[in-house]
């Protein structure tokens, strides 16, 4: 008598950690929406937190080294597959192969898994033959990568504005996005001595050092979760990068005045201007997306601190503003991105050499909005996270032409490089993000 097989219950990709890297990449690749984006529609919750920080290796590190691994699937499987889901599983069974520690028998196996499981049986083979393969030649596959691309994992066009742009400079800037990021954190300077926090993470036995241009910066030898940061949930501290740790002393809001923060969300530098700036400050918080606004408000709440919160386009202040100037503007206008691609690698496959120029033109309109609201003898701190001139000295220098009462005022600071108006970062200098700075005075 034949007895029934048992029937086998194979886990749905998404409730795998290799499961929610890949599709978490299809919505990147195949379908172009931000990491961002595709990580706030799923619902992930369902993962260990372990396998929850081996998902995100996955994703970053597969999209940081995308255009390298590239390479090596033309290598392997000179006729790459069509199907873009196998093509994605073969590049997380590279990156595996490449770059982590997974057993080569792990990475082959749970990726001819992932077909299956995704109703894709037939690439079975095909994901067996290629990555064994590439198991087997990862030596000499290695030194086949004699381009630039591969090489140094950006976009041709990408690469070649990074040369125009930093001659000198280029290739350490490229090669620093393809770093993992440093987790940095902002003491707040109203409750605790940066000195004494250090303390308090050594008595916790975490390792840090202090920021090397912001003195209320620390930076851990190793990231961590928020929740198991002291005295995170307490307000004492909050993760913000160096170089946008450098912007609320170049604003310098004096006491009692009117500060406007264009751009606000999620309220990073919101908060470190009310944490500097002296009694008596008011601050107005500005941003166009409101689900942005609420991840600020809790943000100020668990600093204990308070800001006018407001809903409204920086490009359109008729909109929102009562018509009382303000003696300090941050304008910390949307950009390309470029200067924080190692915490967003899917922007080098995202951005189109077009989207440089359309961002431009949206920076000189806040610009040109922004400046009648400032008032006489006040300061507008313009800042982006991008790395190409086109969208930071252009910009400036254009907009100090065209309104003879704003005058540039110099940044004398030992960290980034002179650049025009304004002083550049790139992600190359002490291991900050790239960012630009300019602080224009109304006359």
Known sequence: MNRPRPRVLSR??????RGVAHSLLTGVLRDGRSLGTTQRSRADSQLPPRERAFAQELVFGTLRYLPRLEAWLAHVAPRPPRDSAIRTIALLGLYQLGFTRVPPHA?????????????????AGFLNAILRRFATEHGSIARIERDAKARLAHPDWLLAAFE??????????????????????????????????MRTLSDHGIAVHPTVHSNQGVTLESPRAVESIPGFAEGLVSVQDEAAQLAAALLDAPRASRVLDACAAPGGKTGHILERGADGIEVVALDNDARRLDDLRHALTRLGLTAQVRLGDAGNPDAWWDRRP???????????????????????????????????????????????????????LYATCSVLPAENESVIGSFVTE?????PVEI???????????????????????????ALAKR
Request: proline content about 9%.
């Open 412 to 438: 004398d600071a030992a960290w980034g490089r002179p650049a025009g108006h304004g002083r550049q970062i790139l992600p190359s200098d002490d291991a900050m993000d790239g960012f630009f700075y300019a």
């Open 12 to 17: 749905r990709p998404r409730d795998s950690a």
């Open 164 to 197: 125009r742009a930093w001659p000198e400079a280029w290739e350490p800037l490229a090669r620093a996005n393809l770093e993992r990021p440093p987790m940095t954190l902002r003491v707040n300077a109203r409750r605790i001595a940066r000195a004494h926090y």
């Open 326 to 380: 303000f003696d300090r503007i941050l304008l910390d206008a949307p950009c390309s991105g470029t200067g924080i691609i190692r915490r967003r690698p899917d922007i080098k496959f995202l951005r189109r050499p077009e989207d440089v120029d359309k961002m431009a033109t949206r920076q000189k309109a806040m610009l040109h909005a922004l400046w009648p609201l400032l008032a006489r003898g006040g300061r507008l």
């Open 107 to 123: 990475a082959v196996s749970t990726s001819v898994e992932l077909a299956q499981t995704i109703g894709k049986p037939w690439a």
């Open 403 to 407: 309104h003879p009462d704003s005058a």
